[in-house]
């Protein structure tokens, strides 16, 4: 099944995933569905809204009061010595007033520029670090999915191993009653024993995947109940596939791992912050215009012009304005702060330069060290499986006793585990080098993220090649 199918299957009701599902096919479709990116989708939309909050410094703001109280009459003016008030129910009247100040931020003198792109770049450090999320996801995916695979290989020689034992046990039994003396009680017990182990070991295996398969549709973002079913029943042969040399993996670990882009991001989201703190008490330029009207008929209108009316009136105009918040303190304080933000991040990076290619540089040795193994393993197996048919056999004709069946029964059962357990790391050691190099998750960054700095543009990675 490719990619995008499993994708749409993604879309589908969960009744609808019972198509086999590759260790691709479950990692697109956790990279669809997992609660934990659907997490980081929250924060990079928080961190949108900000960065419009910023941008909306640049949008005309209005700033309106108005109101509606009772007002007595009142005859006369403040030109007039003869003012008449009239408190009767009759004369009150409904007194109406309007305040308005529409502004337009013309200029901010670099600070909402500033404080803008630190949103803009806080955005990017969110989607990157989606990115690395998204390639745990995948990892965690593949973990689960090979750790099931395990159990199920295994389930298989278990139950072949089972079926031996009792045809041994069901012969010793007949043997022992004939009285013959071929067979003793110890040996007989010997085959109890084998057979009781065996069915512990198949009800642990078969326990075992049916908890990892349980976590792989947690990580998958799908409920317990979801009827989906793998492509593979057991694990996949260990391929003869060659394993790049460090300096390739290092150089691809340079060019795609997010990380990167994270600090890149972050470094410079730290520096805008920083300076739009510091341009904190620099002022606002803006365009401004006032409305203020005011009508009640309970008050004479006075048409006089020098005389304040705050009755009946309408005045309004527009003018060039400068807004300024002076906190010399406050602004140290928080571009301190900002500051601080670029020291981690510059530590962040030594750690990164440093880290990353340990990273890498163990998970292609483990890659190497469970690939050797594994070949050796498989070996034993074959060697075991010899032992343990030939006891079978001698047993079976009377020429071997029950000891060396049960002997060669447990050296065929810990060598096939062995092999399951090097091939099931093999693999698992193959999805974390994918992940150290970058090579998991989402195939590339969003059009406006930059995937990292360009190859050779950290150098932890070439120090550890030549050294």
Not at 51 to 76: C, F, I, Q, R
Not at 102 to 107: C, G, M
Request: proline share 6%.
């Amino acid at each position: 099944m490719t990619r995008w199918l499993a994708v749409l299957l993604a879309l589908t009701p969960t009744a609808a995933l019972a198509e086999p599902l590759t260790a691709d096919d479950c990692v697109a479709l956790a990279l669809r569905r997992s609660p934990r990116l659907a997490e980081v989708d929250a924060d990079i939309h928080g961190y949108r809204a900000r960065l419009a909050e910023v941008e909306s410094v640049y949008y005309p703001k209005l700033y309106a009061l108005g109101w509606v109280a009772p007002m007595y009459t009142v005859h006369g003016s403040a030109l007039t010595s003869d003012v008449e008030r009239d408190y009767s129910a009759s004369a009150w009247g409904p007194y109406t007033h309007l305040e308005a100040t529409l502004a337009q931020p013309l200029y901010t003198f670099g600070r909402v520029a500033a404080g803008e792109e630190a949103a803009s770049q806080r955005v990017a450090v969110e989607r990157a670090r989606r990115r690395v999320v998204a390639a745990e996801v995948a990892l965690e995916v593949r973990r689960l999915y090979y750790t099931r695979l395990y159990a199920l290989s295994m389930l298989p020689s278990l139950e072949a191993a089972e079926r031996l034992v009792v045809e041994a046990e069901a012969t010793a039994n007949e043997k022992y009653e004939a009285g013959t003396g071929e067979v003793t009680q110890p040996d007989l017990m010997r085959l109890v024993y084998g057979r009781v182990e065996l069915t512990r070991f198949i009800r642990a295996a078969r326990d075992g995947a049916e908890l990892a398969d349980a976590a792989l549709k947690h990580a998958m973002g799908l409920p317990a109940d979801a009827p989906i079913e793998l492509a593979e029943d057991r694990l996949p042969d260990a391929g003869s596939d060659a394993l790049p040399d460090l300096a390739t993996l290092l150089r691809q670990a340079g060019e795609r791992r997010p990380e990167w882009a994270q600090l890149d991001h972050g470094a410079k989201a730290a520096s805008a912050l920083a300076r739009a703190e510091q341009l904190a008490n620099a002022p606002v330029l803006l365009l401004a215009g006032t409305l203020s009207a005011s009508w009640t008929p309970t008050r004479d209108d006075a048409a006089n012009p020098y005389h304040y009316d705050p009755y009946n009136e309408l005045v309004g105009g527009v003018a060039i304005a400068v807004k300024w918040d002076f906190d010399p303190a406050l602004a140290a304080a928080r571009s301190d702060g900002a500051e601080a933000i670029s020291e981690r991040v510059v530590a962040l990076r030594a750690f990164a330069e440093s880290g990353i290619p340990l990273q890498v540089s163990k998970a292609r040795q483990e890659v190497a060290r469970h690939r050797d193994l594994e070949a050796l393993a498989r070996e034993a197996v074959t060697a075991t499986r010899r032992w343990m048919l030939f006891a079978s056999a001698a047993y079976k004709t009377g020429t071997g006793e029950a000891r060396e069946l049960v002997e060669g029964l447990v050296a065929y059962l810990q060598a096939r585990r062995t092999h399951y357990e090097h091939l099931r790391d093999l693999l698992v050691a193959r999805a974390e080098l994918r992940y150290a190099v970058g090579d998991d998750g989402p195939p590339a960054a969003p059009p406006d993220v930059p995937a990292g700095p360009p190859a050779g543009a950290h150098p932890g990675a070439e120090e550890i090649v030549h050294d």
